[in-house]
């Protein structure tokens, strides 16, 4: 207990250590499935099935396949009732519950932007007398945004209270970054944290009507980017005060090192548009990790694929960053909403663990007005020291969090092959 | 780590402002039920609504399109800064973070842009309605009135979210960057909800809500909002906070709530804020308040104001701060007299009492408590220091009445974050 009692007793900032996660994506079930899939930099948007996109402009998401989510739950009570979302919660979980059995978080901080939101589209077009209402108590019972943690939780005997951060599309790494502060205040030793989201009908629709999501390919960053597509996933991260990790022998994934947090105010879905929010984000990111912007190797950007969240985010990126490679993992997957955060955290916790920057995929004409140096349509082996994972959400909340290498990378070439 | 009460607003049936609704409570006052209909069902419900001339003349450009649920946040938060006597300005919105407690969100809305998918079509989803649908719409309304550009965080939960909420804000207060948090529950009601808790049979058909009854006849519910201003002294503190834990079924509740009274408990408690409401949680609170408390004064708001489910954590805060200071507490409306339990039959005088106990249950498997204690700084300090009215902060302008439907004429936008 010699180093984290030295830092109680200095007062020193506690070291946040990552020592499991798991993860559920189109990129596929499990870290070795998403390494792969990141590797091949494979396109997992499809058509979408579940519901009807006739009158949508944009037809396909990233989807998760519902016989692989749905097996090997047949232990917990139930689970026939439960939620999608509750089922990509339990798998993630389980896979974290597999790395570290010994894993009891004081406290679970998950992000999610629509909860069981398809349930309460059920229920209400069973009442609109389109459907059966015998089911609509289950409906309702797993509804609530917290159901699918509370499930997750219970499937693997976890009894933390837990804190549901609904910040739209920056929930997750706001879950993340919150966790984060939690651990490295010392207020608390060992925290769960990630996010969660599937698809919806309603929120489909709404991203739909807005015209912000694409009938084309997602095409972050490219000059002819035409908006975004969905996409569902969960993720959760085991959060551990790293001393206390190191001694007690867990094997340390990786480090989360900085968070920051801003609201631009500007619109309730528009980005401010000279990136000020997203820049004062990072800015407090790497201001809170105690580096600077030469130290980052790599940017995991929020990268949506629509004009404004790119010039935005583009400019702030530019204007901090002198030609850091960066990629939007949504280009592969779609936008998981609440699970993105967390599911990027993942994506980069890969990229420094495996030295490799993932692609940003589709990408064929760069923007001359985002001066940005974008990994494009493969991945590629790198030396990764320090990532950045970006988020942005409607009401204009912005999120960044910082991930060191651990044990960290000393004076070794920036790249090993570009 | 000092937190403390500086200011609270409060939005609720009985009227808006704390010392009106108040002073209603201790007459034995109770808020008068209305019914609430559905064009597809013939089943009408008993609510209690915030009545429409409360908010007569409080707008804001920003809450033009606004649901119900952000105006009444809107207007909870602004008189929690009056009473405080803040004024935000540029170089002070970073210091102050703005949390929010949710259950249901803006249902009135999410409920109207899916009846237009569902009737007419994808293709007539307005995308108007679309982003207040959002969980964090009604905080990104309040931040932008204020001018927060710091950290903004909406929690989604059940009863317990509110308590919930402070918990959080305790966590980001320790770090010294930041000189207040704002905390506001707010909720919104709709006939959705009406029937789903009716499906769940925790719903009354018309009043009276009966505490501690033992036939649990079930609540009726209300909307509104309450704000809380923290800060790091103030006249009534938050001695000790309790993140509670979820429990698995009704009957498991009990266990937890004891658990909760036997942390907070550890101390004279003169008086318990319970959130009795005529259902199960009624009964899972009885016993460990017998038990743990015996000799502390017991009160609940929800006879006399409804159950509001986001909003209520705040409001049972509101009512304990508020008894605390005035050395009083009202009447516990229509309630079991041949409980064990100290009830406050009638308007009650506290002379000596110092702290309280807020205890919560809610009713989708959450828990959580706290304890408020009498602060250093005399009653009524900070409001003899507010010498501005919460419009003339913020750029408010009056209007007359307020706006019941979004203005559905701004077009189509493609400017979105995703």
């Given at each position: 207990?010699a180093?984290?009692d030295?830092?109680?007793?200095?007062n020193?900032p506690?070291?946040?250590?990552v020592t499991?996660?798991?993860?559920?994506?189109?990129?596929?079930?499990?870290?070795?499935?998403?390494?792969?899939?990141?590797?091949?930099?494979?396109?997992?948007?499809?058509?979408?099935?579940r519901?009807?996109v006739?009158?949508?402009?944009?037809?396909?998401?990233?989807?998760?396949?519902?016989s692989?989510?749905?097996?090997?739950h047949?232990?917990?009570?139930?689970?026939?009732?439960?939620h999608?979302?509750?089922?990509?919660?339990?798998?993630?979980?389980?896979?974290?519950?597999?790395?570290?059995?010994?894993f009891?978080?004081?406290?679970?901080?998950?992000?999610?932007?629509?909860?069981?939101?398809?349930?309460?589209?059920?229920?209400?077009?069973?009442?609109?007398?389109?459907?059966?209402?015998?089911?609509?108590?289950?409906?309702?019972a797993?509804?609530?945004?917290?159901?699918?943690?509370?499930?997750a939780q219970?499937?693997?005997?976890?009894?933390?209270?837990c804190h549901v951060?609904?910040?739209?599309?920056?929930?997750?790494t706001?879950a993340?970054?919150?966790?984060?502060?939690?651990?490295?205040?010392?207020?608390?030793?060992?925290?769960?944290?990630g996010?969660?989201?599937?698809?919806?009908?309603?929120?489909?629709?709404?991203?739909?009507?807005?015209?912000?999501?694409?009938?084309?390919?997602?095409?972050?960053?490219?000059?002819?980017?035409?908006?975004?597509?969905?996409?569902?996933?969960?993720a959760?991260?085991?959060l551990?005060?790293?001393?206390?990790?190191?001694?007690?022998?867990?094997?340390?994934?990786?480090?989360?090192?900085g968070?920051?947090?801003?609201?631009?105010n500007?619109?309730?879905t528009?980005?401010?548009?000279?990136?000020?929010?997203?820049r004062?984000?990072?800015?407090?990111?790497?201001?809170?990790?105690?580096?600077?912007?030469a130290?980052?190797?790599?940017?995991?950007?929020?990268?949506?694929?629509?004009?404004?969240?790119?010039?935005?985010?583009?400019?702030?990126?530019?204007?901090?960053f002198?030609?850091?490679?960066v990629?939007?993992?949504?280009?592969?997957i779609?936008?998981?909403?609440?699970?993105?955060?967390?599911?990027?955290?993942?994506?980069?916790?890969?990229?420094?663990q495996?030295?490799?920057?993932?692609?940003?995929i589709?990408?064929?004409?760069?923007?001359?007005d985002?001066?940005?140096?974008?990994?494009a349509?493969?991945?590629?082996?790198a030396?990764?020291?320090?990532?950045l994972?970006?988020?942005?959400?409607?009401?204009?909340?912005?999120?960044?969090?910082?991930?060191?290498?651990?044990?960290?990378?000393?004076?070794?070439?920036?790249?090993?092959?570009? | 780590m000092?937190?403390?009460?500086?200011?609270m607003g409060?939005?609720?049936?009985?009227?808006?402002?704390?010392?009106?609704?108040?002073e209603?409570?201790?007459?034995g006052?109770?808020?008068?039920?209305?019914?609430?209909?559905?064009?597809?069902?013939?089943?009408?419900?008993?609510i209690?609504?915030v009545?429409?001339?409360?908010?007569?003349?409080?707008s804001?450009?920003?809450?033009?399109?606004?649901?119900?649920?952000?105006?009444?946040a809107?207007?909870?938060?602004l008189?929690?800064l009056?009473?405080?006597?803040?004024?935000?300005?540029?170089?002070?919105?970073?210091?102050?973070?703005?949390?929010?407690?949710?259950?249901?969100?803006?249902?009135?809305?999410?409920?109207?842009?899916?009846?237009?998918?569902?009737s007419?079509?994808?293709?007539?989803a307005?995308?108007?309605?679309?982003?207040?649908?959002?969980?964090?719409?009604?905080?990104?309304?309040?931040?932008?009135?204020?001018?927060?550009?710091?950290?903004?965080?909406?929690?989604?939960?059940?009863?317990?979210?509110?308590?919930?909420?402070?918990?959080?804000?305790?966590?980001?207060?320790?770090?010294?960057?930041?000189?207040?948090?704002?905390?506001?529950?707010?909720?919104?009601?709709d006939?959705?909800?009406?029937?789903?808790?009716?499906?769940?049979?925790?719903?009354?058909?018309?009043?009276p809500?009966?505490?501690?009854?033992?036939?649990?006849?079930?609540?009726?519910?209300?909307?509104?909002?309450?704000?809380?201003?923290?800060?790091?002294?103030?006249f009534?503190?938050?001695?000790?906070?309790?993140?509670?834990?979820?429990?698995?079924?009704?009957?498991?509740?009990?266990?937890?709530?004891?658990?909760i009274?036997?942390?907070?408990?550890?101390?004279?408690?003169?008086?318990?804020?319970s959130?009795a409401?005529?259902?199960?949680v009624?009964?899972?609170?009885?016993?460990?308040?017998?038990?743990?408390?015996?000799?502390a004064?017991?009160?609940?708001?929800?006879?006399?104001?409804?159950?509001s489910v986001?909003?209520?954590?705040?409001w049972?805060?509101i009512?304990?701060?508020q008894?605390?200071?005035?050395?009083?507490?009202?009447?516990?409306?229509?309630?079991?007299?041949?409980?064990?339990?100290?009830?406050?039959?009638?308007?009650?005088?506290?002379?000596?009492?110092?702290?309280?106990i807020?205890?919560?249950?809610?009713l989708?498997?959450?828990?959580?408590?706290?304890?408020?204690?009498?602060g250093?700084?005399?009653?009524?300090?900070?409001?003899?220091?507010?010498?501005?009215?919460?419009?003339?902060?913020?750029g408010?302008?009056?209007e007359?009445?307020?706006?019941?439907?979004?203005?559905?004429?701004?077009?189509?936008?493609?400017?979105?974050?995703?």
């Amino acid at each position: 207990m010699a180093q984290a009692d030295r830092r109680e007793r200095t007062n020193d900032p506690v070291r946040v250590a990552v020592t499991a996660a798991g993860v559920v994506s189109p990129l596929g079930f499990g870290l070795a499935e998403t390494l792969e899939s990141l590797r091949s930099a494979r396109d997992c948007v499809t058509p979408v099935m579940r519901f009807s996109v006739t009158q949508c402009r944009c037809k396909t998401a990233g989807q998760v396949s519902d016989s692989r989510l749905l097996a090997g739950h047949s232990q917990i009570p139930r689970s026939g009732r439960l939620h999608r979302a509750s089922h990509m919660m339990i798998q993630a979980l389980q896979q974290l519950v597999i790395q570290q059995p010994e894993f009891e978080p004081e406290l679970t901080v998950v992000g999610t932007t629509s909860g069981g939101m398809s349930y309460g589209e059920r229920y209400y077009r069973s009442l609109n007398g389109a459907g059966d209402l015998r089911h609509a108590p289950t409906w309702i019972a797993n509804y609530p945004a917290q159901k699918p943690v509370i499930d997750a939780q219970t499937a693997f005997g976890i009894s933390a209270p837990c804190h549901v951060i609904a910040n739209a599309c920056a929930s997750g790494t706001n879950a993340i970054g919150h966790a984060f502060e939690c651990v490295r205040s010392g207020r608390y030793k060992r925290v769960l944290a990630g996010g969660y989201d599937a698809l919806a009908e309603m929120v489909f629709v709404g991203f739909d009507s807005l015209q912000a999501s694409t009938p084309e390919k997602c095409r972050p960053f490219d000059r002819y980017r035409s908006g975004m597509v969905l996409g569902e996933g969960a993720a959760v991260l085991a959060l551990e005060n790293l001393d206390l990790a190191r001694e007690r022998g867990t094997p340390v994934l990786a480090e989360i090192i900085g968070y920051g947090i801003s609201t631009d105010n500007f619109h309730i879905t528009q980005p401010e548009p000279s990136g000020v929010g997203a820049r004062q984000a990072i800015e407090r990111a790497l201001e809170s990790a105690h580096i600077s912007a030469a130290d980052v190797d790599y940017i995991n950007a929020h990268g949506t694929a629509t004009t404004f969240n790119d010039a935005a985010e583009g400019k702030a990126i530019s204007a901090l960053f002198d030609g850091v490679p960066v990629s939007s993992t949504k280009s592969m997957i779609g936008h998981p909403l609440g699970a993105a955060g967390a599911i990027e955290a993942v994506v980069c916790l890969l990229a420094l663990q495996h030295q490799f920057l993932p692609a940003n995929i589709n990408f064929t004409t760069p923007d001359t007005d985002v001066d940005l140096n974008i990994v494009a349509n493969e991945a590629r082996s790198a030396v990764v020291s320090v990532a950045l994972s970006n988020s942005f959400g409607f009401g204009g909340t912005n999120a960044s969090m910082l991930m060191r290498k651990f044990p960290p990378s000393s004076g070794l070439p920036r790249t090993i092959d570009a | 780590m000092s937190l403390a009460i500086a200011g609270m607003g409060w939005v609720t049936p009985l009227g808006v402002g704390v010392d009106s609704i108040w002073e209603r409570l201790l007459q034995g006052e109770e808020a008068s039920a209305t019914t609430i209909s559905e064009q597809f069902a013939n089943r009408v419900y008993s609510i209690f609504r915030v009545p429409e001339s409360a908010l007569k003349g409080f707008s804001h450009p920003r809450l033009r399109r606004a649901s119900a649920i952000s105006r009444f946040a809107a207007a909870a938060g602004l008189h929690a800064l009056e009473a405080a006597g803040l004024k935000l300005e540029s170089q002070n919105a970073e210091r102050i973070a703005l949390i929010f407690a949710i259950s249901n969100g803006g249902v009135t809305y999410t409920k109207r842009f899916y009846r237009e998918i569902v009737s007419t079509g994808a293709q007539a989803a307005s995308p108007l309605l679309f982003p207040e649908t959002v969980f964090n719409a009604p905080a990104s309304h309040l931040a932008a009135i204020l001018g927060v550009t710091g950290a903004t965080y909406t929690l989604v939960g059940d009863g317990a979210v509110g308590l919930a909420a402070i918990t959080m804000a305790k966590e980001l207060m320790a770090n010294e960057a930041l000189d207040y948090c704002l905390v506001v529950g707010t909720e919104e009601i709709d006939w959705l909800l009406c029937d789903a808790y009716r499906r769940w049979r925790l719903l009354r058909k018309a009043p009276p809500i009966e505490p501690f009854s033992k036939q649990n006849r079930g609540m009726i519910l209300s909307e509104g909002a309450g704000a809380i201003l923290l800060a790091r002294d103030g006249f009534v503190t938050i001695e000790r906070a309790h993140p509670g834990t979820y429990f698995g079924r009704q009957t498991e509740a009990e266990k937890i709530l004891k658990h909760i009274l036997c942390d907070l408990g550890q101390v004279e408690i003169d008086l318990v804020i319970s959130s009795a409401n005529g259902t199960f949680v009624d009964q899972a609170e009885c016993q460990p308040i017998q038990e743990i408390v015996p000799n502390a004064l017991v009160y609940t708001g929800k006879p006399a104001l409804g159950e509001s489910v986001g909003a209520a954590g705040l409001w049972q805060i509101i009512l304990g701060a508020q008894a605390l200071c005035s050395k009083e507490i009202p009447p516990v409306l229509h309630a079991n007299h041949s409980v064990l339990l100290q009830l406050s039959l009638s308007r009650t005088a506290m002379a000596s009492a110092r702290r309280a106990i807020v205890l919560s249950c809610g009713l989708n498997q959450q828990t959580a408590g706290l304890r408020l204690a009498t602060g250093n700084t005399p009653v009524g300090f900070h409001r003899a220091t507010s010498g501005h009215k919460p419009a003339e902060m913020v750029g408010l302008t009056a209007e007359p009445g307020l706006q019941s439907e979004p203005n559905l004429f701004f077009g189509k936008s493609a400017c979105v974050l995703g």
